[in-house]
Nanobody, 121 residues
Framework: QVQLVESGGGLVQAGGSLRLSCAASGSIFSIHAMGWFRQAPGKQRELVAV???????TYVDSVKGRFTISRDNAKNTVYLQMNSLKPEDTAVYYC???????????????WGQGTQVTVSS
């Protein structure tokens, strides 16, 4: 059983910073692309950033230059460094990853439980 567990959310003032972490655990053979999504109240879940197993990162336009996604393959962990936070960044942030469990031939998609980020004005 593979689990993704997020941490690092919280309340911060506009202009501040937060760092989210997502650790994958369980019986894992390999981890492929990992990403962060967010969902604000009344809105659809949107992709924020994704990083390939090789370290290539892609961002939604609204966070470019402010957010940085990174990963530590040795720790099976992906991070999202969020700087210059704005009230419109307020949302539940979800970790997502394509993981091949041990003993399985193909990867499956997994979600974390979500962590709340609130940016006050």
């Amino acid at each position: 059983q593979v689990q993704l567990v997020e941490s690092g959310g919280g309340l911060v003032q506009a202009g501040g910073s937060l760092r989210l972490s997502c650790a994958a655990s369980g019986s894992i053979f390999s981890i492929h692309a990992m990403g962060w999504f967010r969902q604000a109240p009344g809105k659809q879940r949107e992709l924020v950033a994704v990083i390939t197993s090789g370290g290539t990162a892609t961002y939604v336009d609204s966070v470019k230059g402010r957010f940085t996604i990174s990963r530590d393959n040795a720790k099976n962990t992906v991070y999202l460094q969020m700087n210059s936070l704005k009230p419109e960044d307020t949302a539940v942030y979800y970790c997502n990853g394509f993981v091949t469990p041990s003993g399985v031939a193909i990867p499956s998609n997994y979600w974390g439980q979500g962590t709340q980020v609130t940016v006050s004005s």
